[in-house]
């Protein structure tokens, strides 16, 4: 790996935050010796079992926090504050309750001084990109959970970040509502040369979208293996699993995770409230 190529690298990155309990006080150790190299223009997957550090990791991309011990590197310099470069869209949408979907599409677009015309034909070019068109006026409390998840999409993509991080973005959603936002992060992503960190539990999800996966062991995490997905683009989601290199591809990921999810995370898992 050599050491420039990455738009995001860590190298040999730890953290540890500190564990309250009772009287006592000790650091936890959250990731461990985390080496990776993110090429411009990929799709990654982060996979892992919960709290293996995955948040943690793009928290520190993000410039949220910093390495308890080694350093992040964003396009060739280390991450010191907040890196203001990147998107990020995180676990919870973040809308802003007062302001219309469009208002808050608009909102990054604000910040950077963006003039008041060029701001709405953006906004509404995004709109109309990922079918929201005609409830521009709505409040987020009025849209339903994929529009929301929608609205956060574009309120990043509208500024035009050439680096993107999102967790579990597609979480909450129900199966049909998250493969057709896959859909749309594809057709939105493909072409356009940006780079994509995407975090999920979901291991369809995981091949269905990215040129390479991370696993990551359980906590403390560091990275298992790296995989490059098999898969030909463009990509069909909804027929994923007819791709005949699907079936082998997925065991395996499933089976190396598997050993990193402890036993009585699989009965839940099992019991369908993992
Ligand atoms: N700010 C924090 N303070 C203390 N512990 C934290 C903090 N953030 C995360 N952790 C702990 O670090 C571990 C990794 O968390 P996280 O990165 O959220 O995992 P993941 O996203 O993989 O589920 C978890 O045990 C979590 O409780
Ligand atoms: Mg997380």
Redesign the pocket.
Known sequence: MAATSGVIEARNVFKA???RSHRQQRA?L?LHAVTLSVAPGRFVSFV?P????????LNMVAGL?RPTQGEIWYKSRPVGGINTDVGYITQDDNLLPWRTLVENVEVALEFRGVAQAERHSRAERYIARVGLAGFEHHYPHELSGGMRKRTALIRTLIYEPDVILMDEPFGPLDAQTRVILQDELLKLWEGSGKTIVF?THDLVEAIALSDEIVL?SR?P?TIKRVYEVPLARPRDVFRVHADPRFPAFYDQLWRDLKEEISQMDLEGAVHGHG
């Open positions: 935050f500190v564990a936890f959250a892992g919960s709290g293996c550090g995955k948040s943690t990791l926090i975090v990551f906590a995490g």
